[in-house]
């Protein structure tokens, strides 16, 4: 079973288990049977804060909710960055509350998000979906005891994916197909090449980490 960590178009196949990514205010019907729910710091601007936490806190109680995300910081975007960290508190609020895992969209701003994890001190796992960053970067992540979720930049020459997945330690890994017009099962066999490990074992050890959460 092949586990598709976080996708915004999913496919429905057998053989797999995607989490659709669904934040507030978008006009697209989830297809997905599992999915993850959050406050995108692109999509803040002008947001009705108190319909918005309503339908989080409804939507996070939901069997079909396996994660609370995407969430996070983004330097890029134009949010003002105030108004993302009181977003991006709501979403590990709610997290803690119905104790699922955190689903991160990170752009520049990995500092600030730790430093907040330090602070905050959630139990609950936090996953960087979409991991593309250096091995120094990846290695922060995981000494505050972060998951890393590759996707379509394991195939990109410039990314540091690839050199950060070898250093990532299996039992905080997943694999994933965001936006991409890629299937999942190519992520796994790039992901598996560049381990140098066969699909059967990397499947086992994804499903694996799935299962625990």
């Known amino acids: 079973m092949l586990i598709n960590l976080h996708t915004h178009h999913p496919t429905l196949a057998s053989g797999s288990i995607e989490i659709e990514s669904v934040y507030y205010g978008q006009a697209k019907t989830p297809t997905a ?73 990170c752009v520049r701003a990995f500092p600030e998000i730790i430093a907040l994890k330090k ?21 922060m992540l995981l000494r505050t005891g972060c998951y890393l979720s590759f996707g379509s930049a394991l195939f990109r020459q410039k990314s540091h994916a690839a050199e950060s997945l070898r250093t990532t330690p299996l039992d905080r890994l997943f694999l994933e197909t965001d936006d991409a017009a890629i299937s999942i099962e190519a992520v796994y066999e790039r992901a598996a090449e560049i381990l140098g490990i066969g699909m059967g074992e990397l499947e086992g050890v994804v499903l694996g980490n799935f299962l625990r959460f």
């Open 119 to 139: 602070r905050w001190k959630p139990a609950q796992p936090w996953i960087f979906h979409g991991f593309d960053k250096n091995r120094p970067t990846a290695d």
């Open 33 to 105: 049977a599992l999915r993850s729910v959050g406050l995108h710091p692109w999509y803040l601007n002008g947001l009705d804060w108190h319909h918005a936490i309503h339908w989080l806190h409804e939507q996070a109680i939901l069997p079909s909710c396996w994660a609370i995300g995407e969430a996070g910081l983004d330097k890029v975007c134009n949010t003002p960055m105030e108004v993302q960290v009181i977003a991006f508190q709501r979403c590990v609020e709610v997290s803690e509350s119905v104790e699922k895992p955190l689903i991160i969209h």
